[in-house]
């Protein structure tokens, strides 16, 4: 075999090679984003659920009848229900809505991002019927900051915080895997950036300095893209996982629910 030849056999078989990996890619790319696993509970072990089209979304209520309302929407693979003790003390005048997504915690179904919007919109929806007139805010921590994103641009939420948010999982994804074709091959893109184009209320912000998950440069272009420029709070000494344990967060968290006034 020619020198010319074998170059471009090699080069066919590390152009299928690239192809095959691409593809594998593209149809397991929910299993390796999702991470419902470590999150399981039993129903029983609930007190609020929400029927979806077949499906049981149930979780928890904490601080039950408060005026306020505050809907949470946590990270991948974050037990929320491990968040009502602290939620309850940090929240007292807040009843605080926990919902696990599908296929999270005791929640029934598979995600994907078409589900958990549509569920994100139905869980507003029922806790405005809940509580008629009370102004709802809306926090959504890392995969949650997407879904709560997209909640804040076709609800009427009053006050939003994002914790570790991102611009896109599209471009999250493309950081990690710089070699594959990410922005092409995602199928749930959760594109923050488009949803809070035109959000119009206060925003928090906060960041974790030594985020391993969430790119900083993929933050940046998220608050660079908003309409209101959002309060911002830098957690230096924070990574993705351990921001809620240090004690900037609940004091950032608190005081941004506390801005808007009585409920």
Do not use: C
């Not at 090699?10 to 390796?32: K, P, V």
């Not at 309302?69 to 007292?92: C, H, L, T, V």
């Not at 608050?223 to 709070?233: C, L, N």
């Amino acid at each position: 075999m020619g020198t010319r030849k074998m170059i471009l056999t090699a080069l066919a078989l590390a152009g299928l090679a690239y192809a095959g990996i691409s593809a594998w890619m593209y149809w397991q790319q929910r299993e390796l984003m999702y991470f419902p696993q470590a999150t399981k509970a039993d129903a029983k072990d609930t007190d609020f659920g929400i029927a979806r089209n077949g499906v049981m979304l149930n979780g928890w209520l904490v601080n039950i009848g408060q005026p306020g309302a505050i809907i949470y929407f946590g990270g991948n693979a974050e037990r929320i229900e491990n968040m009502r003790d602290e939620f309850a003390k940090w929240f007292p005048q807040s009843s605080i809505y926990l919902v696990p997504y599908r296929g999270y915690g005791a929640s029934e179904g598979a995600p994907t991002e078409e589900a958990l919007f549509s569920d994100a919109l139905a869980v507003f929806d029922q806790v405005q019927a809940r509580q008629q007139g009370a102004s709802i805010v809306v926090i959504g921590r890392s995969l949650g900051s997407g879904v709560a994103s997209y909640v804040a641009s076709q609800r009427p939420v009053a006050r939003l915080a994002l914790i570790t948010p991102f611009d896109s999982m599209a471009s999250v994804a493309q950081s990690h895997y710089p070699w594959l074709p990410m922005r092409l091959l995602m199928k749930d893109r959760y594109e923050t950036t488009r949803y809070l184009s035109k959000y119009t209320g206060p925003v928090l912000v906060v960041r974790a300095g030594r985020d391993e998950i969430v790119p900083a440069a993929s933050t940046e272009r998220l608050i660079a893209s908003m309409a209101r420029p959002p309060q911002v709070v830098d957690l230096p000494d924070a990574d993705h996982n351990s921001i809620d344990a240090d004690p900037t967060y609940r004091k950032a968290l608190t005081a941004f629910v506390a801005a808007q006034g009585p409920p």
